[in-house]
């Protein structure tokens, strides 16, 4: 069973920084691409960045500039530099890791979320 712990969430003025990480419990080369995504309070889940295993990234359009996505495979951890933070990236953080199967199959995993709050 993959193990995703996440840790660096906390509170912040506005144009603060944080960066978050995720320590993965296995190599994070048996991902095919790793992500972090938020829930702000009463909100769907969104995507807010993520990295392929051939270091490809995307990120959602309100993050573009601020929020860098990075791996450290030596310590199988995915970090998430957030600059210039604003209150309405306030919200529950959390790390996602894809795995595929030989037959293609994904299989998802989750960390347990981390808090970020934004508030002067």
């Known amino acids: 069973q993959v193990q995703l712990v996440e840790s660096g969430g906390g509170s912040v003025q506005p144009g603060g920084s944080l960066r978050l990480s995720c320590a993965a419990s296995r190599s994070i080369f048996s991902f095919n691409r790793m992500g972090w995504y938020r829930q702000p309070p009463g909100q769907e889940r969104e995507l807010v960045a993520r990295?392929?295993?051939?270091?490809?990234?995307n990120y959602a359009e309100s993050v573009k500039g601020r929020f860098t996505i990075s791996t450290d495979n030596a310590k199988n951890t995915v970090y998430l530099q957030m600059n210039t933070l604003k209150p309405e990236d306030t919200a529950v953080y959390y790390c996602?890791?894809?795995?595929?199967?030989?037959?293609?199959?994904?299989?998802?995993?989750w960390g347990q979320g981390t808090q970020v709050t934004v508030s002067s």
């Open positions: 990295i392929t295993n051939i270091d490809s990234t």
């Open positions: 996602n890791a894809v795995a595929l199967s030989p037959n293609m199959r994904e299989y998802d995993y």
